[in-house]
């Protein structure tokens, strides 16, 4: 003999499908917003990675540089010459350095355009 199942309350079905609704909602809210956490939290790791890249990008540019600088220091005794010259002030016997303040940022003066002849010039 097999007993049948008494049926439900239609209250207490109602009311364990709302339940059920609610907890569903609930967990794909927070589901939601954990999401939009990740992704920004991941675009801030992205963002700072980009900066590193860039900041060792730059370092290695400068370390190229002076790698060149100083093997061109090596083999080029007229390099070496010249910037002695321009950064320590260095000059060869008999030569007189003038040295102005500020004068690394004044502008190269130009030529003077050349004057026209007078007579008296034309004629020698």
């Known amino acids: ?9 239609p ?16 967990v794909l809210a927070f589901t939601w917003s954990t999401y939009g956490d990740e992704t920004e939290r991941l675009a801030g790791i992205r ?8 900041a060792y990008a730059s370092l290695e540019r400068a370390r190229a540089q002076t790698e060149r ?11 070496v010459r010249d910037q ?19 004068a690394r940022n004044m502008v190269t003066p130009q030529k003077p355009a050349a004057a026209p002849a007078t007579p008296a010039q034309a004629s020698r």
């Open 47 to 54: 963002a700072n990675e980009q900066q590193k890249e860039q």
């Open 11 to 26: 209250q207490t079905e109602k009311l364990f499908l709302w339940a059920s609704f609610i907890l569903f909602c609930t």
């Open 1 to 9: 003999m097999e007993s049948e199942p008494k049926s439900r309350n």
């Open 84 to 102: 002695a010259r321009e950064r320590l002030g260095v000059a060869e016997p008999g030569e007189v350095v003038i040295r102005m303040d500020g």
């Open 69 to 79: 600088y100083v093997e061109r220091l090596g083999r080029d005794p007229e390099f």
